[in-house]
Nanobody, 124 residues
Framework: QVQLVESGGGLVQAGGSLRLSCAAS????????MGWFRQAPGKEREFVAAITWSAGSTYYADSVKGRFTISRDNDKNTLYLQMNSLKPGDTAIYYC?????????????????WGQGTQVTVSS
């Protein structure tokens, strides 16, 4: 069992930055691929970024490429999402997720554990 707890969300002006964190329980965090997803009101949950267990590979949605950076610290069992140049369109609840068995890293249904989410609001 893995428990995930996100933090770091908040209200920021357009052009600003936030860093989200996701603290994971469990001794096998380092063996999981991890991802960030977001869901805006009235929209489906969408892929934002993902990172392999070794942090050897990272993946981004086109909408955030060049602005967001995903990283992980396996010693601290923590996943991060550095978000720069934020836009109002980035407003959503952000979720971190863990994938136990390697599958399609871009699909929400491929992840086995989810956090409760943290709200990010970007004002214009």
């Amino acid at each position: 069992q893995v428990q995930l707890v996100e933090s770091g969300g908040g209200l920021v002006q357009a052009g600003g930055s936030l860093r989200l964190s996701c603290a994971a329980s469990g001794r096998t965090f380092s063996s999981y691929a991890m991802g960030w997803f977001r869901q805006a009101p009235g929209k489906e949950r969408e892929f934002v970024a993902a990172i392999t267990w070794s942090a050897g590979s990272t993946y981004y949605a086109d909408s955030v490429k060049g602005r967001f950076t995903i990283s992980r610290d396996n010693d601290k069992n923590t996943l991060y999402l550095q978000m720069n140049s934020l836009k109002p369109g980035d407003t959503a609840i952000y979720y971190c997720a863990a994938q136990v068995t390697p599958r399609n890293i871009f699909r929400a249904r491929s992840y086995d554990y989810w956090g409760q989410g943290t709200q990010v609001t970007v004002s214009s």
